[in-house]
């Protein structure tokens, strides 16, 4: 059967298209992290912190940019705006509807004389008693309010606009409890006071069933009143009083971003506004109940020169309210590495859907790793390296020497290529059977003419095999040492040991796998450690001793399963030995005691009659510990090597390679 023919549709690239996730590039970003503190939870909280680059191209940003990008945007608004301009607003808009009054005032008092009547003289002493009020009328802009509400307005369209600031200003107090009013006050009608009133008597009611423990009837109450709440209304009494305490919050926060003298204002203008008195009761009602809430309120310092009207400000509070809220989020989300804290469709509201995505590009780094085999879930909610993950890791380690080592051709050492088990050289020899088949084709069928004579095609027999000679590479048995004391940290060679040693544990895997690895690593006692526990190992700061003693008895052991090949011993450390065992207990000397030396000079001995090579690193190069180091080397005939932390990669395993390769002495 013929498969149809397979299309494929390109199109330009527009930004939208998602880029794939790199698991290995993902590994290798949190790699250094896992390798310095040896946790994962760590080095994935440091990995959504800071980000990373994509594999094909661009830059995915973690949470510290989008930290900061918040604590721009609030920046911004803090300097951009001016509460003390809502004061401003009122008295310039008070300060027309008075001008327009006193318009009037004159309009009446300046009737003409001649034609006078009674009418008219009831007029001008009404227009004189409306002057003189306004001429007694407070300074601050709350009194005149106060005082306005009970005047008698002669011009019609003063009293529009003066029952316009009143609607704005029974908007911003019933905006102190709910953050959808529109349909509440949609006329301010006497039904519609009636209604909010009914309402607010039944969330009254509701409010004190939940304290008391009884069911509230949630669903009864937005029965009769949902259609008030808006397009969206809350679907549960937790979410309505979440929204209250926001509500309330951000009203709080007003109140505490003016100051004493503002306050007091704009609390007397918002008091009491509703002329029914059994509505501004329900509300007091509301306010009391309201108590357990606990809104608190943050304090902002505007510095800015943009003007607001109130119902502007009210929703610039909402808005830092919200900022305030991600921040928090965002910083508990960096903390604790779990991005689920923070609110993506709030984030999405305030920063645009790129943020959004973002985070979600973000929240999908865990999965790509788990989806690619290199970390799976731990029962306690965390996540941990599987053996695959840690090979990756030793992989990438053994690649980042190589590289090191192909820029700087350290003593211009060959390396070990892929898949091979020798060394190809230059010289040839006729193949024999067990050779590796690394066939020379000029020399080849060279041999095939030589037999027969020119002919096409060319006729090849097993004999005119010709084939490049090899190095031979020996099975050899490693048992590396790892330092894990303090001091190893204090230097910063702790991290790089456990590279190489993961390094070291990918190469014979991958390419000498008839080799035998074992790592051992040693404070004041030591202890054998499997490769997929190198990343998580860390050194005990409370545990005293380097214990070189223990470690080469542990070795030896381990070592003495294996009667074929070479054996041999690769120590890494910083420093002589303070510590060795007696009756199975660790003593511990600083400086080193003559004990410690010579059950260390003893443990050396045996290694040596067993036919065990130590070669040592050491990562410093004390006139002391240069005299103990030659000591060791004088006893087993093993090599010591001087090197840094940086260089210690290249030198043991340039070594390793080296000193496997063995040439052919055949033909």
């Given amino acids: 059967m013929r498969r149809p023919a397979t299309t494929h549709k390109f199109s330009a690239w527009d ?23 040896g946790d994962m939870r760590w080095a994935m909280r440091n990995l959504l912190s800071r980000g990373m680059q994509m594999p094909k191209g661009g830059y995915m940003q973690g ?36 001008a327009m009054e006193r318009d009037r005032i004159d309009e009446w008092l300046n009737r003409s004389d001649e034609e006078s009547n009674f009418s008219d003289d009831l007029l001008k002493n009404i227009a004189a008693n409306n002057q003189q009020i306004l001429d007694q009328l407070p300074e601050d802009v709350a009194s005149q309010i106060r005082e306005l509400e009970k005047y008698e307005f002669l011009n019609p369209d003063a009293q529009r606009k003066f029952l316009e600031l009143l609607n704005e200003l029974r908007k911003a107090m019933a905006n102190t409890f709910f953050n959808n009013i529109e349909q509440m006050l949609k006329n301010l009608s006497e039904d519609d006071m009636d209604r909010m009133k009914d309402m607010l008597q039944a969330l009254n009611e509701m409010l004190v069933k939940k304290i008391g423990g009884e069911d509230p009837n ?17 679907k549960s009494l937790d979410e309505l009083l979440e929204q209250m305490r926001q509500q309330m919050a951000a009203s709080q926060a007003l109140m505490n971003s003016l100051s004493p003298e503002q306050r007091a204002q704009l609390s007397s203008m918002l008091a009491d506004r509703f002329s029914d008195p059994d509505l501004n009761s329900q509300l007091a009602q509301l306010a009391k109940e309201l108590d357990f809430l606990n809104p608190g309120g943050n304090q902002y310092n505007f510095s800015g020169s943009e003007n607001l009207d109130l119902d502007a400000a009210m929703q610039l509070m909402n808005e830092m309210q919200n900022l305030d809220t991600l921040i928090e989020q965002v910083q508990s989300a960096e903390r604790g590495g779990d991005l689920d804290r923070i609110d993506k469709d709030l984030l999405q509201e305030l920063m645009g859907d790129d943020a959004k995505e973002n985070l979600e590009q973000l929240d999908k780094l865990l999965k790509a790793l788990e989806d690619a085999g290199y970390v799976r879930p731990t029962d306690d909610g965390g996540h941990e390296l599987t053996p695959r993950g840690s090979r990756m890791i030793g992989q990438k380690a053994l690649g980042e020497i190589y590289q090191r080592l192909k820029r700087q051709s350290l003593g211009n050492h060959a390396l070990p290529e892929e898949g091979r088990f020798g060394e190809r050289l230059e010289q040839t020899k006729p193949y024999e059977y067990g050779d590796p088949f690394h066939l020379h084709l000029p020399r080849t069928i060279r041999n095939a003419l030589s037999r027969n004579g020119p002919q096409t095609p060319v006729m090849l027999e097993p004999e005119d095999f010709e084939i490049y000679r090899s190095e031979q590479i020996t099975s050899t048995a490693t048992a590396m040492l790892v330092d894990l ?20 544990h990918n190469l014979i895997t991958s390419q000498y796998p008839k080799d035998n690895f074992y790592i051992i690593g040693f404070a004041a006692y030591a202890k054998e450690l499997k490769p ?46 303070t510590a ?32 065990i090579a130590i070669n040592t690193f050491m990562l410093d190069a004390s006139y002391y510990l240069k005299a103990f180091m030659d000591e060791i080397a004088r006893i087993n005939g093993g090599r010591v090597f001087y090197t840094s932390p940086e260089k210690l990669g290249e030198y043991i395993l340039v070594d390793y390679v080296q000193h496997k390769r063995k040439k052919l002495g055949r033909r």
């Fill in 15 to 37: 930004g939208s298209q998602e880029l794939g996730l790199d698991a290995e590039q993902i590994l290798e970003a949190l790699t250094e992290d896992l390798m310095e503190y």
């Fill in 485 to 504: 004391s303090w001091s190893m940290a204090l230097r910063g060679s702790f991290q790089a040991a456990k590279k190489v040693a993961m390094a070291l």
């Fill in 532 to 577: 997929h526990e190198l990343p998580f190992l860390q050194w005990d700061e409370y545990v005293l001793g380097t214990n070189m003693q223990h470690a080469l008895l542990l070795a030896e052991k381990l070592l003495s399963k294996h009667t074929g090949g070479t054996k041999q011993i690769i120590m890494i450390s910083d420093g002589e030995p």
């Fill in 63 to 98: 949470l510290r940019d989008m930290l900061k990008k918040l604590r721009d945007e609030k920046r911004q608004r803090l300097e951009q705006y001016n509460l003390s301009s809502i004061f401003d607003q009122f008295r310039e808009r008070l300060d027309e509807i008075i």
């Fill in 218 to 234: 949630f669903e009864d109450f937005m029965d009769r009143f949902g259609d008030l709440f808006g397009d969206n209304p809350p």
């Fill in 580 to 611: 060795h065992l007696e009756h199975g207990e660790a003593q511990f000397a600083y400086p080193p005691t003559p004990e410690t030396i010579r059950a260390t000079f003893k443990a050396v001995k045996h290694c040596t009659t067993r036919g």
